[in-house]
């Protein structure tokens, strides 16, 4: 059997998976993109889970047990200090981090990473509740740079709730300094909702997502 040739990054991807809704998939979007991210490099992964409320990241790494492959050291630090201890624990290579619906941990999480990665659904209400969201990451972007990036999760394509959620953040892009909506979006299968507590092979479009993001689609 051939062994897919990986191809490691010189520079570490650094990002937040973040939205204070919940309900968009932040931890399915976090634990994909850190398995996505060990099959394209080989290299190692720290993925945060700072969701104090839930731990969905921790609980599937759990009860995968055995399975769950080395490169992916998933760790729960739900801290108030969180970017303090990612730094003592963790000063160089992949890093996602798993935020919850608590601001402050949201802040956090951006001062030690470069990118924001919100998961949303795909309805119009969807863009109005990125506000308080959009408003954190500002507050972080005053201080050092943050790109920032839309992901479209359990989409169901040409129905007409995804068709104007999509115009609407579109519009929204234009008027938000920094923003992008990712052109892959996550539709709504089996593969992802019954993925949990298991190291799948298969991930669907993630890999896809994991590629607009390190290469910064059409920005």
């Not at 951006?110 to 506000?131: F, H, K, N, W, Y």
Request: glycine share 8%; net charge negative; charged share 20%.
């Amino acid at each position: 059997m051939m062994t897919e040739k990986k191809t490691p990054l010189e520079n570490p991807l650094r990002l937040t998976v973040g939205n204070l809704k919940g309900g968009v998939a932040r931890s399915t979007t976090s634990i994909m993109l850190a398995l996505a991210l060990v099959q394209r490099t080989g290299q190692r992964v720290l993925l945060v889970d700072a969701d104090r409320a839930n731990g969905t990241s921790f609980e599937w790494s759990e009860y995968a047990g055995e399975v769950w492959p080395a490169e992916v050291n998933v760790v729960y630090l739900p801290s108030q200090l969180l970017g303090k201890r990612v730094r003592e624990m963790w000063p160089d290579g992949h890093l996602i981090i798993d935020t919850g619906n608590d601001s402050t941990t949201l802040r956090q999480a951006l001062m030690v990473t470069d990118q924001l990665l919100m998961p949303i659904g795909a309805t119009p209400s969807e863009a109005t509740r990125l506000t308080p969201t959009l408003q954190a990451a500002a507050e972080v972007a005053s201080i050092k740079p943050i790109e920032l990036s839309i992901l479209f999760t359990r989409t169901k394509p040409n129905t007409i709730s995804f068709r104007e959620a999509w115009e609407q953040l579109k519009q929204m892009e234009g008027d938000v300094e920094g923003l992008h909506v990712l052109d892959v979006n996550v539709p709504f299968q089996l593969l992802y909702s019954q993925a949990f507590g298991t190291a799948p092979t298969n991930l669907g479009v993630y890999p896809e997502v994991l590629d607009e993001i390190l290469t910064g689609g059409s920005r």
